[in-house]
C-alpha cells in the first residue's frame, strides 16, 4: 500500500511540474459569436499599442495582414469602430478591451478601423485612452481611392439587388466635380490629418504609401518594422505574386493565403475628361497634405 501510495504521488506531482513548465500558447482572436472570451495561459488582452486609423479603400486590410506575418504582432481581426460609434463609445474601455486579441507578454496589440481617420472626434478620444499610442495611416492616390470606393458601393448595391448608379452620375454634377459626393471629402487627407496633429505629433503617425505596399510590399512593410521597433522578421519569402489576381499574396508558416476577392477589383472605365478633373480638383489639396507631413506621393 505504502509503495502503491508513493507512485501516485510522484505521478501526481510529475503532472503537476509538467502543467506549470508548459509553454504559454496564443489563442486565436474572440469573435463576437463566443459566449466568453477564452483565456490561454500567459495570454491577456490589451488595449492596443498600435491603431490603423485609415483610409477607407486605401489598403488597410492588406497592411493589417502583411503585419500579422511579425510573431510579435497581435490582431484584432475586426473592425471595432469604438472611438466613432457613439453606441460602442458609451460601452467604455472595458468593452472597447473585450474586442482586442489575447496577446502574449511582448506582444503588441493592433486594431484598424479605417473610419476613424476622418472622424473629427476621433483624435482626441484615442490620445485620452493612450497618447503614447502609435498610429499607421495608408495613403493612396486620391483619385483612384474615391473609384475603389465607388466600387465598393456599387458590387454591394449589386449584391442587395439594388440598381446602382452610372460612376458618371455620382462623379459629375453640372458638368463638374459633385462637391457633394462624400467620398470626396475621404481623400481630403489635408482636411482631416490637420485634426489628427491637433492631438497628436506627427513622429507618433507612420505613413504608409499604399500604392507601393501593392508594387513592394516588402519594403514598405520594412519601414513599419522600423517605425513600430520591431526586430525584422518578415521577408521576401513571405510574399509570392499571384499572377491570376495580379498582385502579391501571403505566405506564412508554410501556408498561403490572398485578400479576399472584394479586394483588389476592377474599377469601372472613366471618361480620361473626367478623370482630369478629378487629377485638377485634388491637386491643390494633394499639395497641402505633402507640406503638412513633410513628405511627396506619385499622384497623378
Known sequence: VLWTTSLMAAF????????L???PVPSRPWE?????????????????DV???????????????????????????????FFDWESHFQRG???????????????LTVEKTPA????????????????AVKLLLIVRDPTERVLSDYTQVLHNRLQKHKRPRPVEAVLMKGGEVNLG??????????????????HFPLRSIHLVDGDRLVREPLAEMKEVERFLELEPQIGAANFYFNKTKGFYCLRDRGKERCLHDSKGRAHPHVQPAILHKLYRY???PNRRFFQLVGRTFSWN
Open 32 to 48: 463576437r459569436g463566443d459566449a466568453e472570451p477564452p483565456a490561454p495561459n500567459g495570454t491577456v488582452q490589451q488595449l492596443p
Open 93 to 107: 474601455l472595458p468593452w472597447y478591451l473585450s474586442q482586442m486579441p489575447f496577446s502574449l507578454p511582448g506582444q
Open 51 to 81: 491603431i490603423i486609423i485609415g483610409v477607407r479603400k486605401g489598403g488597410t486590410r492588406a497592411l493589417i495582414e502583411m503585419l500579422s506575418l511579425h510573431r510579435v504582432v497581435a490582431a484584432a481581426q475586426n473592425e471595432v469602430h
Open 116 to 131: 476613424y481617420f476622418t472622424s473629427a472626434k476621433v483624435p482626441a478620444r484615442i490620445r485620452q485612452m493612450n497618447p
Open 12 to 19: 501526481l506531482l510529475g503532472l503537476l511540474l509538467l502543467v
Open 21 to 23: 513548465q508548459s509553454p
Open 181 to 198: 459626393y462624400k467620398a470626396l471629402n475621404r481623400s481630403l487627407y489635408y482636411l482631416h490629418m490637420e485634426n489628427w496633429l491637433r
Open 282 to 284: 485634388f491637386h491643390q
